[in-house]
């Protein structure tokens, strides 16, 4: 299996995305022929340390770039002030300077908390992702969005700032709880579902290839992420079309937000699953799709094993109007108007401004019995 | 006297200074002409906010805009990650969205603080500088960098975030006390000093007049935006000439940081003054300038007030190896070469790289003794 390459196009900011098995072993070399002097620090959690960090580190050393290595607990509230401070303070502790590189060897968590750190010492450094989840090599390690999480909501703080290089080694998601995996899968289906249907319905026949391993994986995630780099290189800093890649996320992170991000209840890609059929079967709700494209999304959900109604979320959630209250507080509210991202139909989704909050309570108060 | 605006050319970050008396209790006309459906969150300190919060509440209340206000303590440690998060926290506490504006009302530390934050809430808002001091309407409130200090060392955490609209009211200046405006000055003769050898030697003349107000201090101010905005316009995320605008920054910080940030010893633009007389004295004991030059500049710091030379700060100073560390911690190192803004005569100052660490220790212990 080759490796195959995605170019994000974004001017002095472009950067490759290599995809293929075994490029976490490849590091010092891929890293030194983009960076040829850069010092690197490398920013990692306990479990993927575990799984990872050796082969990186023993890389780096082979071609004489010996790293820092700063390793936070692995989970969601690592995605906070103080360890973003812990980072920072780290970096400059190994005297990294402007030019030199911190990678982040990790999914979604250390990627965003990682990239932020990065773009904050000494006013932007160089940043390079090895994410070793799917949901990081589909989405979060694409674009250059990096944050925390505040007390008030998820991914309120930060900022953007593009990787100089990605390296998605497909053969670390071997090494997933297929629950992860599946999570990742989630926003693999979302890109089909924005504007690719062709995808979508290719995923449907070829989803177990994808699960198992080989060349359909490496083609979903170079999809997926091709599909990104597309409406990244349109609105980088999203003031427009870009917001179409949180389709499924208004709902996704009010209900995350509503399970107080406890991860044994929800992760963020079975939000986003969950939210994906809402804003499918809101939109059949509002008339402007068929309810067969909600009921083919649910499918297909279903088939792979992800959660797709609010049911399926184990343990009480609060009542409509809460809900609705963690929608408001979602950075996707513009001006008090609520935006969601709708479809009219499968492969077909817009933006739609102004939204009745009356029709979200009633349609949050339906879907709550369903 | 009339208002006078400088235009900082930065495509579609352009934005406009205004500089002249009694602009803060204009602010909420001139912020509603701009951002015509902002909400807006102030910054302050407790003591700007005693003797400016009042005029600018009541002029954004005028419009229609009762803005959320946040006091902090005033001084260099509110410069510091728990301010951060107080701020940041606050913000979205007020529901304030991306296209609301964070306006600081203060000096130095406010700004470079609050800026900072409008960086990283929701990767970004708008933001409205009114800096309340010489230093911040010469310097800090134009170009976009903002940030906080490291334990290990001044400035080395921030971002790059332009201001929609910089509001200096040059009467606030008259609240200040006369040892903060005389180091808001040290600036105002750095811009001279870089490449403007005409102005300098205008302020030689009316340096007096600068410092009792009037038509020659709005002159002074807007000659200093002037001179940076043209170069912040040229280099934004200095990556070249910009770095001229550190001339005596290299020493300066390093003071600054061997006196622990201590105001009551040496402030800012104290610790510049220093750092310029000492990067002209160094230049020519290099032999890129004449001693002559060197002697001039000692002579307009020490006639208008300002200290000129180490001895001049009350206290111990460590020895010549403690204060080289701090010069190498401090963020004009790349790659472990030493670069330093020195000057080949009044005027014609220019960005040296590799000076030998030798010369600069050398050097040090001369002047620790001089």
């Known amino acids: 299996m080759s490796v195959v390459t995605v170019e994000v196009g974004l001017g002095d900011r472009a950067y490759e995305i290599l995809i293929g098995p075994g490029l976490i072993a490849r590091g010092g070399e891929l890293i030194q022929q983009r960076l040829p002097k850069a010092r690197c620090a490398i920013v990692t959690d306990g479990n993927v340390a575990a799984a990872h960090l050796e082969p990186l580190v023993e890389s780096l050393t082979a071609v004489g770039n010996a790293p820092a290595v700063i390793t936070l607990p692995a989970g969601e509230k690592t995605k906070s002030f103080s360890s973003l401070e812990t980072v920072v303070d780290q970096i400059i502790a190994a005297r990294l300077e402007r030019g030199d590189a911190v990678i982040a060897l990790g999914g979604g968590v250390i990627g965003d908390l ?219 509210v513009t001006r008090g108007a609520l935006t969601f991202i709708l479809t009219r139909g499968l492969g077909q989704s817009f933006i739609a401004k102004d939204v009745p909050a009356s029709e979200v309570i009633s349609f949050l108060k339906e879907q709550r019995q369903g």
Chains 1, 2 share one sequence.
């Open 114 to 332: 990682t990239g932020f750190a990065a773009g904050i010492v000494r006013r932007g450094m160089n940043f390079v992702q090895m994410p070793t989840s799917m949901l990081a090599q589909v989405d979060s390690s694409v674009g250059g969005k990096t944050g925390i999480n505040s007390p008030r909501g998820k991914n309120l703080i930060g900022v953007f700032h593009q990787p100089k290089l990605v390296l998605a080694d497909t053969a670390a998601l071997d090494t997933l709880p297929l629950r992860e995996f599946r999570a990742g899968y989630a926003e693999v289906a979302k890109y089909g579902l924005i504007d690719r249907p062709d995808f979508f319905a290719w995923l449907e026949q070829n989803w177990q290839e994808v699960f198992s391993g080989g060349a359909a994986r490496i083609e979903a995630i170079a999809q997926s992420c091709r599909a990104k780099a597309d409406v990244v290189a349109r609105d980088e800093f999203e003031t427009g079309d870009r917001a179409l890649l949180n389709l499924g996320h208004t709902f996704g992170h009010a209900l995350e937000a509503a399970t107080a991000y406890d991860g044994a209840r929800l992760v963020h890609g079975e939000g986003v699953a969950i939210g994906m059929a809402l804003a499918h079967r809101f939109s059949a709700r509002l008339n402007l799709a068929s309810p067969d494209d909600a009921a083919r999304v649910e499918a297909h959900l279903r088939a792979v094993g992800l959660p797709w109604r609010m049911s399926d979320i184990p343990g009480d959630l609060p009542d409509a109007e809460a809900l609705f209250n963690y929608i408001t507080q979602d950075k996707k």
